[in-house]
């Protein structure tokens, strides 16, 4: 009996193990709490990761209009952030942290600057807080939502970051134009310089003043000149060329009256100065050098004056040697005139014309010219058995560099809003009536030395020689940089304008001759003759009073052919965009 019970009951167990009806309803039961959680979890990973890149795109969207309005920037995020439904937020400072919470995001607005220099590593790109700013990264925290798993885990936190860039460029240039031309002056200065005998008219002169040259084009028709193909403007300006080859390519750019045209033709073909210079100390072409010859950036117009272009190159053509020109009796009221001129490098081989963003320095050369002159004798009695035998000027002019850099480019509401802020300078001028010591004139490393000159000579009844020295020196100073600003209108008309110092209330040589300190000699007898200081003083400066306007006529048409000006100097912006704001990181 109980043998049939156990065994009733095996053979029950094996019947239900055997029976699999209702295996699933049993599976479907326990693992559904389990399927649930893991949609849950999965509806909220999605929720998480499209909000995520809602706040990408928002602040990719902030970081841009940001970089566009870079003086603005932190209002710029917070407008674009309330636009976009991210209406509460904390902005949170360099150097601080701030937490987000369920009710409020945090954003920190870091403005820099951004080189997309290739060597240089991504993520070293952006250099925050260096300026001056041409890019902003912003940063946005904000507490992601959770559907299903806010009772389980506190809901994360959002972080996305996004970097942009505007990159504002401008083409300007710094220099002194001609207004006024002395034909011969000039000729003989460049032929000098050029390496050749020049003979040009006024009406030459003239026509390459008024004449600008596209200097996009020039670089081109340069390339031609070098037999360069194929390649960037920059590949054209990191080489080198002649004065002669320069005047060619000139020459050759569309749009040039005839005139200009064989006024640079003849240049050109009389220049025999062999030096090769570096065409990136002329002009800087910055992000435009990238484009392929041919090619023109979009907005961006880039000119020179083709007299201006012309001396810049001169000048860099001679700019370790010392020129010397012999005018002769040439200058009215001079019976002899010879001129010496050195020209220094512009300080950190900076360009005369730049195509580049803010910070960027334009400079002119640093000049010195040496003037000797014999004023012609009108009248020698002076009365009292006194006669003036001879006058002379030894004139030394110092100009500094002048420069100019470009410090805001602004389109409040576009491009035809577009404003330039140029804060130049003219270059500190030191003047001297003296000699100066002619071992040291072209080394611009140390400061020259003067001594008393020979500025007369006189002779008195039986004293055969007396020699009357002095000197005096005069300097133009008051050199605060003065801010221009160029308007869309003043920029398409390309006009001129002057920054001048405040104490250059008259003539130079004037100043000079007025502040002549003088003493008389007899030489070599050893007598007192002081008291003729008082007849021969008035009958001195009055003959150098006389020749100072043909002087400084002369010493305004060397420095102005040379690019530079006494207490002046001129900037011209010739195009500026305000660039196009992009992502970068």
Known sequence: MMRDRAGGLISATRRLIA????????????STPVALALTAFAVDEGSLYNERRAAQSIVDLAAITAAANINNAQQAVLTTLSDNGITSVAVQQQGTTVASTATKAVVQVVPGRYSGVSSIAAGSRFEAGKQPYNAVQVSLKKQGTLYFAASMMAPPVIGTTATASAQPEAAFSVGSRLASVNGGILNALLGSLLGGNISLSVMDYNSLISADVDVLSFTNALATQLHLTGVTYSDVLASKATIGQIATAMANVPGLDRTAKLALQTMASSATNSVKIPLSHLIDLGSVGSLGLGQKPAGLSVDASAMSMLSAAAALANGKNQVSVNLGATIPGLTSTTLQIAIGEPMQNSPWLAVAELGTVVRTAQTRIKLNASVTVGTPNLGGGTKLLAVNLPLNVEVAYAEAKLTDISCATGPSSIKVSIAAQPGVVEAHLANSNASGFADFTQPQSFSNADIADLRLALIPLLQVTGSSAF?????????????????????????????????LTTSLVNNLSLTVNALGLGLDVTALLG???????????SVTAPVDDLVYNVLATLGVH????????????????????
Do not use: H, W, Y
Not at 491 to 507: D, F, P
Not at 535 to 545: E, F, G, M, R, Y
Not at 566 to 585: M, N
């Open 19 to 30: 029976d699999r009806r209702g295996n699933l309803a049993v599976m479907t039961a326990l």
């Open 475 to 507: 300097s133009v100073t008051n050199m605060a940089p003065t801010n221009l600003t160029f308007s869309a209108t003043d920029i398409a008309n390309r006009a001129i304008k002057t920054v001048s110092t405040k104490n250059l209330t008259q003539s």
């Open 535 to 545: 007849t021969a003083k008035p009958a001195v400066s009055t003959l150098l009073n």
């Open 566 to 585: 006494v207490g002046e100097a001129d900037v011209r912006v010739t195009g500026a965009v305000c660039g196009r704001s992009v992502l970068v990181q």
